[in-house]
Nanobody
Framework: QVQLLESGGGLVQTGDSVRLSCTASGGTFSNYAVAWFRQAPGLGRESVAAINWNGETTYYENSVKGRFTISRNNAERTAFLQMNSLKAEDTAVYFC????????????????WGQGTQVTVSS
């Protein structure tokens, strides 16, 4: 059983940067792919980025390509989402999720979820 805890959200301004962290406890972190999803008010949860178990494969949703970077440090049992050039439309609750080994983009394919961290981008 893997428990995930997100941190790093907050209130920022358009153009600012934020780094989110997802720290795991339980299980063997290096066995799991990690993804970041987000959910804006009134909308469904969408995938943002994902990274496979060893960090060699990544995925980005089109709207964040070139602005967001996902990474991981297996020794620290932590995954990161570096978000640059933030826009108002990036405002959402950001969730990290984990599944065995390989990347998927659908919520239903992830077994473990954190409780989310709010990112609000003010214009």
């Amino acid at each position: 059983q893997v428990q995930l805890l997100e941190s790093g959200g907050g209130l920022v301004q358009t153009g600012d940067s934020v780094r989110l962290s997802c720290t795991a406890s339980g299980g063997t972190f290096s066995n799991y792919a990690v993804a970041w999803f987000r959910q804006a008010p009134g909308l469904g949860r969408e995938s943002v980025a994902a990274i496979n178990w060893n960090g060699e494969t990544t995925y980005y949703e089109n709207s964040v390509k070139g602005r967001f970077t996902i990474s991981r440090n297996n020794a620290e049992r932590t995954a990161f989402l570096q978000m640059n050039s933030l826009k108002a439309e990036d405002t959402a609750v950001y969730f990290c999720a984990a599944r065995r080994l390989t990347i998927r983009t659908r919520m239903s394919e992830y077994d473990y979820w954190g409780q989310g961290t709010q990112v609000t981008v003010s214009s």
